[in-house]
């Protein structure tokens, strides 16, 4: 590579790497726990028990649960429901109205056996929220999103800057040479560059989940002015209804259009992921390779008819997949470990970078390409007269 090129390649690297560090590593310091927060919440908070029901407890209505959490916050209306994976739980979420702010939403856990309330899980304080906004969007909404989807392309840029910058370093040593008895830099640089080549993949593949997650917001605002409008073209018009059909009924009718499938949650009218007329049910695969795509069937919720079920636009779906390969809980505790001992590893990687801006060689870099030309010149790969 010709010596300007290679000087234009350290210079993006430089520069994108400072910009970037400090950020990457609040991100990979708040990331760390976030791996683990289903096991820190349920050591923090526990789970509240399920009473005892005879086995051939046939599940209540969805209406029950609905009611239920209704009663508990008189004068809210139902904004989402979502279904517990794991236990016979459903989690009604209510608000003032159909926008509300996320401040105003309560979220109650309902036994489905019982219609019995079991939880409330609307309370947004401890430090585990506290670790997620700063990971999120450093309490700033959107942008604050934005400007760390902007870090972490800088980071990937980084990240292939440094491959270009120090390859042709890295050819005068063997893979995997740590010069621990020169210079303590020197012994740094090794480390950076062997944890950052072995962990190149992961931390790209990591660093693009986060940028595309960080897109989630303008990603749904598309789809919402796109595919749900036109899915609801024909009831634009019309107000939300002042009562609705049921909606067990409404969850079988999708099912049922939608067989192997379960349901994930349903939105109801007028909230961010249905429309002013709908009940949004959202069902997904039923397999671990198809329970990340989601499938929305639109039920109309005042008759209880399906009127619209389509897959999820591309973009979606690339959203849908990034997020488990961002925090690896895709594949049970043995990945979420793997997950955060790469996670220490990238902490050491942009640790060591700084360390190395910090104590920076004082040669020009000049004179570190001249030696990197003789070194070609020795070996044949260069002619003398080279710049």
């Known amino acids: 590579m010709p010596r300007s090129q290679l000087r234009a390649w350290f210079l993006v690297h430089k520069w994108t790497s400072l910009v970037c560090t ?16 289903e096991e820190i919440d349920h050591w923090i908070e526990g789970e509240a028990p399920l009473p005892p029901v005879p086995a051939e407890t046939p599940s209540r209505s969805l209406d029950d649960a609905v009611a239920a959490a209704l009663a508990a916050y008189p004068g809210e209306r139902p904004l989402y429901l979502s279904f517990d994976v794991d236990r016979p739980v459903v989690n009604v979420t209510t608000g003032p109205r159909a926008r509300s702010a996320a401040e105003e939403m309560h ?4 036994d489905r056996r019982t219609a019995g309330i079991v939880g409330r899980l609307d309370e947004e304080g401890g430090v585990m929220h506290v670790i997620l906004r700063l990971h999120v969007d450093l309490f700033a909404g959107l942008p604050g999103e934005l400007f760390l989807g902007f870090m972490g392309l800088l980071f990937f ?3 292939v800057s440094g491959v270009v910058v120090y390859a042709p370093f890295m050819r005068r040593l063997r893979f995997g040479t740590l010069r621990l008895s020169r210079s303590r830099r020197l012994a740094w640089l090794d480390l950076h560059n062997l944890l950052g080549i072995t962990t190149l993949v992961w931390l790209a593949v990591v660093g693009l989940t986060g940028v595309i997650n960080t897109l989630s917001s303008p990603l749904v605002a598309i789809w919402r002015a796109d595919q749900l409008a036109e ?3 024909p009831y634009e018009r019309l107000p939300v209804p002042e009562r609705f059909a049921p909606l067990q009924a409404a969850v079988d009718t999708a099912m ?5 499938m379960r349901p994930q949650f349903v939105a109801f009218p007028g909230v961010r992921f249905s429309s002013n007329h709908h009940y949004a049910v959202w069902l997904r695969g039923a397999t671990p390779a198809t329970e990340q795509l989601l499938t929305p069937a639109l039920i109309d919720a005042e008759t209880g008819r399906l009127t619209e079920m389509r897959t999820m636009p591309w973009y979606m779906l690339v959203l849908r997949l990034s997020q488990p390969l961002h925090f690896g809980d895709y594949g049970g505790l043995p990945l979420k470990l793997l997950w955060a001992l790469l996670d220490v590893i990238a902490i050491a990687v942009l640790g060591s970078g700084l360390y190395l801006w910090i104590a920076r060689h004082r040669e020009p870099l000049e004179r570190r390409l001249d030696a990197l030309d003789r070194d070609r010149v020795a070996a044949g790969r260069l002619p003398e007269a080279a710049e």
């Open 22 to 37: 400090a950020f990457l590593l609040l991100l990979c310091l708040t990331g760390l726990p976030l791996v683990f927060h």
């Open 107 to 110: 979220i109650t856990a309902i």
């Open 157 to 159: 840029v980084s990240l």
């Open 231 to 233: 899915m609801t073209a």
């Open 256 to 260: 049922a259009a939608a067989p192997g």
